[in-house]
Structures are given as C-alpha cells and as structure tokens.
C-alpha cells in the first residue's frame, strides 16, 4: 500500500519560516515526482512545487523565492522550505506523488495545515 505522510505544519507568525516534510513509500519515490500542493478555505486545490526525480523543480508565482523544494532519495522524504510567509500561505498543504508506469499514477497524502497568523 503506497503511503505519503505530511508533517511540519503548525501555527507559523507573518514573516517566519516553517518546513513540510512528506515520506513516501519506497516502492514508488524513486521513479516519482513529487510535489507540494494547497488549498485554502473555499478555494481549488493549487500547485506549489514540483520536483522531478533528477531534481529539476517548478514553482508557483506566488512562492518563487520563498519557497524551497527538495527531495532526499536516501530517505524517500520530500520537504517545502518555506520562508517570508504571509497570511495568503494559510491552507492545507498535500504532498503528491505521480509516476508513469504502463500507466499514470497519482498519489496524495492526508494533508497538513499551515497557518500564518499573528
């Protein structure tokens, strides 16, 4: 059973930094990307960062330069560094993971809060 477990979320002040971890299974992180995505309260679900398994990441607009993407494949375990935050940072961050074997597959995590509020 393929898993992805979020932590680090919390209660962050305007302006400080907050780190999101994902482990995922090892049957699937290797030959996955991977990605952090959000949804705050009435609004769709949105992407915040992708990284590929050779490491090339993509960002959303609105965290380029704040945000940070990485994966650790020793340890199966993706992390969003997250700096500079605001309030519009509020919501519940998922870790996804997709792969391409015979066909698409798409994994997501339970999900973690982040809010940022003084």
Excluded: H
């Excluded at 962050?12 to 290797?30: E, H, K």
């Excluded at 990485?70 to 519009?88: F, H």
């Amino acid at each position: 059973q393929v898993q992805l477990v979020e932590s680090g979320g919390g209660l962050v002040q305007p302006g400080g930094s907050l780190r999101l971890s994902c482990a995922a299974s090892a049957s699937i992180f290797s030959d996955s990307a991977m990605g952090w995505y959000r949804q705050a309260p009435g609004k769709q679900r949105e992407l915040v960062a992708t990284i590929s398994g050779a490491g090339t990441t993509n960002y959303a607009d609105a965290v380029k330069g704040r945000f940070t993407i990485s994966r650790d494949n020793a340890k199966n375990t993706v992390y969003l560094q997250m700096s500079s935050l605001n309030s519009e940072d509020t919501a519940v961050y998922y870790c996804n993971a997709r792969r391409l074997k015979g066909r698409l597959e798409i994994y997501w995590g339970q999900g973690t809060q982040v809010t940022v509020s003084s």
